[in-house]
């Protein structure tokens, strides 16, 4: 089974407040490397133009982009509110 079916079977239950946020967002202009663009594995980081998008509501909660953004240390990252957030489902 490809990553995308198995991504498609989980379920979200977005908030109605980020609980991914981009500390300066002059930062991410200056970052060389923008890993967090092809390092996260629900596409939550895009760009366009020259301002970063944040689809908050796809997280997986890996908190891999908080790992990876060792540039600038950029996004406060924390688990959704209680009731919130993804559920994974098996497949």
Known sequence: ???????FLNRFLPDDRSHLVIREP???R???R???TYTCPARV???EGERIQVAYEGCLECGTCRIVCNEFHNIDWHHPRGGFGVVYRQG
Do not use: G
């Not at 089974?1 to 991504?7: C, G, K, T």
């Open 26 to 28: 002059e930062n991410c």
């Open 1 to 7: 089974m490809r990553i995308e079916d198995r991504l």
């Open 34 to 36: 923008k890993q967090c």
């Open 45 to 47: 980081y895009t760009w």
């Open 30 to 32: 200056r970052c060389e």
